[in-house]
């Protein structure tokens, strides 16, 4: 997974990297920043910290992950997963969701986060801000209790009916480098390469709802 800020440079989005997108030399002091620290994966929270202390003192949306899949073969997880999503939609946030069976890097990335917080693997997890919510059973309660929408607070709103005109709301793309087949052709080396800008189903973000 690649970081905010490169996501930014590279996808040309605009706002997900806090308020940076228009004074160019934050990406300079966010990238430096990010270099130094030769972490792949920065836990959103220490980003957000680290972009508020370095870029300005005016809050950005919290971000609202929600890793789920897609899969049916387990019918207690898929249910939950939609029934989680479910609760978003209610509040007309923007969610970022990381369906794990569709790239394995999500896969890992909730991995090391749930390891890290010393929680067993399970699906969905709901972060806010950088902040590990948890399952569904977490915000079912916190949804009961009137506390969600407090958490909620300050992230960023989507018109629930919104469909992306450019995955269908599959938030994946087939890869444009090697049309899905994961694999490049190398002219100067006259060779057959593993596509390096894919995941293992030859699928990339969306760039129109994902930069
Ligand atoms: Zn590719
Ligand atoms: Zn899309």
Known sequence: MEDGC???LSGGGSGSCG??????FHFARSLTYHHHQGHRVLPPAAKWRRHQLADEP????KDVVLYTTSLRGVRRTFADCSSVRAILRGFRVAVDERDVSMDAAFRRELRSLLDARGRAFSLPQL?????????ADEVKQLHESGQLRRLLDGAAGQD???VCDGCGGVRFVPCTACGGGRKVFV????RVQRCGDCNENGLVRCPNCCS
Request: hydrophobic share 30%; no cysteine; glycine share 20%.
């Open 127 to 135: 972060l806010v801000g950088g902040r590990l919510v948890g399952g």
């Open 19 to 24: 308020g940076g997108a228009k004074k160019p």
């Open 187 to 190: 002219e100067e080396e006259d």
């Open 6 to 8: 490169s996501k930014v």
């Open 58 to 61: 005016r809050a950005r949306p």
């Open 160 to 162: 629930p009916a919104y």
